[in-house]
């Protein structure tokens, strides 16, 4: 996957303050809501400080975060790497689709599967096993 389609997908998925703090998370080892608030700061983000800590927190609510408390501050750390969000949203979806549809959405993906080229079914395999595309 392109970087430019998974950065318009994270956009959808989480919105776009979420989406910006998480793509600093995901660059950053631990990080305070005051170094984000800053580094939003400094790509001409203007937002107040509440609003960052808000939206942190619901990360962390959402288990995107996690968060240990040093000494009155709160240090936060991706909790999952970009890839492994996107592939457990997908995942969620796929099986949404599953338990709505059954058989016909399994039948369904294999026939779009089989209508791809060779090469194509191979760099999905490697997808799928994780492998870089």
Avoid: C
Avoid at 5 to 25: F, N, P, Q, S, Y
Avoid at 38 to 66: Q, W
Avoid at 86 to 109: C, M, P, T
Wanted: charged share 30%; glycine share 4%.
């Amino acid at each position: 996957m392109s970087e430019r389609r998974e950065d318009k997908t994270v956009d959808h998925l989480l919105g776009e303050l979420e989406a910006a703090i998480m793509r600093l998370m995901w660059v950053t080892e631990t990080a305070t809501v005051r170094d984000i608030f800053d580094r939003l700061h400094a790509n001409g983000r203007v937002l107040a400080y509440t609003t960052v800590m808000t939206v942190m927190s619901r990360l962390a609510g959402k288990e995107l975060l996690a968060r240990e408390l040093s000494g009155k501050t709160h240090v936060y750390r991706a909790a999952l790497s970009e890839e492994q969000f996107l592939r457990a949203v997908a995942a969620k979806r796929v099986q949404s689709l599953i338990n709505e549809f059954g058989d016909l959405a399994i039948a369904q993906f294999l026939t779009t599967v089989n209508e791809l080229s060779p090469e194509r079914q191979r760099q999905l395999e490697r997808v799928a096993r994780g492998e870089m595309p």
